[in-house]
């Protein structure tokens, strides 16, 4: 009896899974991909979009759904996407970091993406991965909850999506080229304004008509799928008369987090709750620059990203909308770490939580962020030039390599493209939250190093910030491939002994995107049980620009079913290595159609 029993489990649990996997749904999206003419801050200019819009479309389905994005560059230099938030299980030909996992698509060619998803159910993103053009190539990512089951609250009545983006005057490609340009080596741009969905708001110039409006009804509940697409800001939101629910962070379910305001760092996607019971009016929806770094001067209105919250309804005023008085100042930190420290995973049944414990962890990684400076030593040449602005992880500042790692990997090559070799700790301890300016801290070097992992290892990483040049800022740390939960974070130097026992080993938050704070640490844990090259960095675009970054290869765990996929026949070209910094002015050149 016993026997039967079980043989009748095991079938009922097959034909339920053969269920859901018919449930799951194929979707085709074309991205044609072409500079389009915009005009902002009283200026118009050329600027590469998807589908002539700027944010990009959002891609909708469900849990458990396969993507299909066939992507064509109409534009005059190389790219890539990268589909933020996706694991991509046992296929990283698909990731999309610039000759990590795959070299441009080149200008006249095509590309066709597979988005494969598993477990994230929430607001993802996609973005390009070369470069600054991600400043305008991007989009929402919706995942709904698989057929026949729903959200883990009630059901809002309607949805909106919110996009930050950075809007730059002038060519932002040539001004990022002459910046990073050894011969100039100056520092990277800085926005001249902050986009809602597209859009400056009222405080900006030329903007006063233009402002992003959304149209609500008394009494009912909306669902905001909250994207910062920003290249180099953290946000507090808030909406004048109005609090807000968080639920969601990353594609993954929170704890309901009832609040005036939020933060979101750049690289993070979030599902927030609203309902609309105020008095009928208009309301400001504002997104206000939160700024870490050491500064005397705070920002003012014209900074910040502005949309409208407006009643549908019989009534009249003159007055303009209200603002939101509950949103913190952009150099209030408390706030900030308050908003973070209330977050937490849902763990229940129907939503469960697997956090490695202290037992499983089989790789330590202590990992320094830093502000640095290259430097020319006689073994380099006399092509070597000296770099006054670069970034790194445990000293070691990232260089691209002109092939893509990945399929170096898979044909078993390694040098010269990449070396196995990224150390666990800094080469060097000191008082990591003082400013520092000896040579030992401050100079770093170029490579591409990796970390090698077996399949299924546990890895702890603990961040550590420092104020090496006195360039202490938060480092909003993204992993691809995989989520990771936030066991902790902290100001001052990381103590594992003390700070170990502050550790969330119950519910902490599964993300894919979490801020190290400025002059302090940031403790994670994940399981690396997704084979392939995983890229991991800072997302903030100067930091990544400038080195802050590195790479795990997770090797195939002894099955088919734990072993990466095989590389798609129409992977972009490496033999042709046109760098995606380079502006055309015309036509392609002979070489480069060649």
């Known amino acids: ?64 759904d396969t993507i299909y994005v066939n992507v064509y560059n ?15 299980p046992r296929n990283p030909w698909f990731d999309g970091p610039e000759y990590v996992t795959q070299c441009p698509i080149l200008p006249g060619t095509n590309f066709t993406y597979q988005v494969q998803l598993s477990t994230e159910e929430g607001t993802l993103w996609w973005h390009a991965h070369s470069d600054w053009t991600r400043a305008s190539v991007h989009g929402a990512i919706v995942v709904l909850p698989a057929l026949g089951t729903t959200f883990p609250f009630p059901e809002p009545d309607e949805e909106e999506i919110i996009v930050f983006g950075s809007w730059y005057l002038g060519n932002l490609k040539e001004e990022v080229d002459e910046c990073l340009d050894p011969a100039t080596n100056s520092n990277l ?133 209200l603002f939101p008085d509950q949103i913190p100042n952009s150099l209030s930190q408390e706030p900030a770490f308050s908003f973070y420290g209330k977050l937490k995973s849902l763990a229940t049944p129907q939503y469960p939580v697997s956090v490695p414990k202290e037992s499983d962890v089989t790789t330590r990684m202590y990992i320094t ?130 700070d170990s026992k502050t550790f969330n080993l119950i519910d902490p938050p599964y993300v894919a995107t979490f801020i190290t704070p400025k002059n302090g640490w940031l403790a994670v844990r994940f399981v690396a049980n997704n084979p392939g090259v995983w890229f991991w960095h800072c997302h903030m675009e100067r930091h990544l620009s400038w080195g802050m970054e590195s790479a795990f290869i997770i090797k195939d765990g002894g099955t088919a079913e734990t072993s990466m996929l095989p590389p798609p026949a129409t992977m972009p070209s490496c033999d042709v290595q046109l760098d995606s910094g380079a502006i055309l002015s015309g036509e392609l050149t002979k070489n480069q159609l060649k």
Not at 189 to 199: E, F, K, Q, V
């Open 189 to 321: 741009p800085i926005a001249d304004g902050y986009t809602i969905n597209g859009r400056l708001g009222d405080f900006s110039a030329c903007s006063q008509n233009t402002t992003y409006r959304r149209k609500v009804d008394y009494g009912k509940t909306y669902l905001l799928r909250i994207v910062n697409a920003n290249i180099d800001v953290e946000f507090y939101f808030a909406i004048a008369e109005h609090s807000l629910t968080v639920v969601g962070l990353d594609g993954s379910y929170t704890k309901p987090i009832n609040t005036g305001y939020i933060l979101i760092a750049p690289g993070q996607t979030m599902d927030v709750l609203f309902n609309a019971s105020s008095p009928l009016g208009r309301y400001y929806m504002v997104g206000r620059e939160y700024i870490s770094a050491t500064v005397e001067t705070l920002s003012d209105t014209a900074n910040d990203a502005i949309a409208i919250l407006e009643y549908n309804g019989n009534y009249t005023t003159s007055e303009s909308p």
């Open 1 to 64: 009896m016993a026997t039967q029993f079980l043989v009748s489990a095991v079938l009922i649990v097959i034909l339920l899974v053969f269920i859901t996997l018919a449930q799951c749904e194929v979707h085709y999206h074309d991205f044609i991909v072409k500079e389009v003419n915009f005009t902002r801050l009283c200026e118009s200019k050329l600027m590469l979009v998807v589908n002539e819009s700027y944010p990009g479309p959002a891609i909708r389905a469900r849990k458990g």
């Open 369 to 498: 962020a830093s502000a640095n400076a290259l430097y020319c030593t006689e073994d380099l040449g006399p092509s070597c030039v000296n770099i006054s602005f670069a970034a790194s992880v445990n000293n070691i500042s990232w260089a691209n390599p002109r092939e893509s790692v990945l399929q170096a990997y898979y044909k078993n090559i390694s040098e010269p493209v990449y070396e196995t070799d990224f150390p666990d700790e800094p080469p060097t301890y000191f008082n990591f939250t003082e400013i520092a300016m000896t040579l030992d801290p401050v100079l770093t070097v170029q490579g591409t190093k990796v970390k090698v992992l077996e399949y299924n290892e546990t890895v702890e990483m603990v961040f550590q910030g420092t104020d090496v040049m006195g360039g202490s800022v938060n480092h909003p740390m993204h992993l691809h491939g995989h989520s990771f939960y936030v066991l902790g974070f902290g100001f001052g130097n990381y103590l594992a002994e003390r």
């Open 74 to 88: 109409q534009g005059y230099y190389g790219f890539t996407i990268h589909w933020h938030g996706v694991k991509q």
